[in-house]
């Protein structure tokens, strides 16, 4: 008899951890979907937040161009051999990110004027 209720008892506790199991199982689905949208949330919102960056930068690269040629151009600044270099690498992060033909203009006339 005791080994019945012994028997029994087993049966209901391996019923119930498998119960238990696909239980736990379930909710780590349910939390794993869970974590996936929020990854999607997440990377959509760095995207965002990239593609804002990079317009901030490509608008601070055009006003800091056209506001250091415009000085060379008007003959009221004179730039060093550095200078010139950071101008020219201003322009070409600048096209990288698109840029506009304005700002190639601008440069080119002052490269072929011998002012950069």
Do not use: C, W
Not at 19 to 24: A, F, R
Not at 57 to 84: A, D, G, H, W, Y
Request: charged fraction near 35%; avoid cysteine; proline fraction near 1%.
């Amino acid at each position: 008899m005791i080994e019945l209720i012994g028997m029994i008892a087993v049966a209901l506790l391996s019923l119930i951890g498998v119960i238990i199991q696909k239980n736990g199982n379930s909710k780590i689905e349910l939390l794993n979907h869970q974590i996936e949208e929020l990854r999607k949330e997440s990377k959509s919102g760095d995207d965002k937040l990239h593609s804002e960056m990079i317009e901030t930068k490509v608008s601070e690269l055009k006003r800091f161009l056209i506001t250091e040629m415009s000085k060379i151009e008007q003959k009221s600044f004179i730039p060093t051999e550095n200078e010139k270099r950071i101008l020219s690498e201003a322009k070409d992060e600048y096209n990288f990110h698109g840029g506009d033909s304005y700002v190639d203009d601008m440069y080119e006339k002052l490269k072929r004027e011998n002012l950069i």
